[in-house]
């Protein structure tokens, strides 16, 4: 069984940057990001494969967004740059128990509490 907890988000002005962090208890060959802006859909964000490091982006984040992996520790990260009210979202955590880059909901087989990440005009 995987557990995911979820922290660093808060309020931010518009052009600011936030570091996510998500502490994993086991193992999951791929983590990732997701979020949920009010009235609308998960929308995927990020992942990552533990081992090798490959990443997908979503196109919406790429070039503000990083995601990256503890040396050695079970933690996940997501560096948000440059970022704009419509970054405003609940941030959740995601493992798959198989390596997939896919940007689809259901390929995640767990999921975190979520962390609050409000952007400012």
């Known amino acids: 069984q995987v557990q995911l907890v979820e922290s660093g988000g808060g309020l931010v002005q518009a052009g600011d940057s936030l570091r996510l962090s998500c502490a994993i208890s086991?193992?999951?060959?791929?983590m990732g990001w997701f979020r949920q802006a009010p009235g609308k859909e998960r929308e995927f964000v990020a992942t990552i494969y533990w081992s090798g490091g490959a990443t997908n982006i979503a196109d919406s984040v790429k070039g503000r967004f990083i995601i990256s992996r503890g040396n050695g520790q079970n933690m996940v990260y997501l560096q948000m740059n440059s970022l704009k009210p419509e970054d405003t979202a609940v941030y959740y955590c995601?493992?798959?128990?198989?390596?997939?880059?896919?940007?689809?909901?259901?390929?995640?087989?767990?999921w975190g509490q979520g962390t609050q990440v409000t952007v400012s005009s």
């Open positions: 086991g193992r999951a060959p791929t």
């Open positions: 995601v493992a798959a128990r198989s390596y997939t880059l896919g940007r689809l909901v259901e390929t995640y087989d767990y």
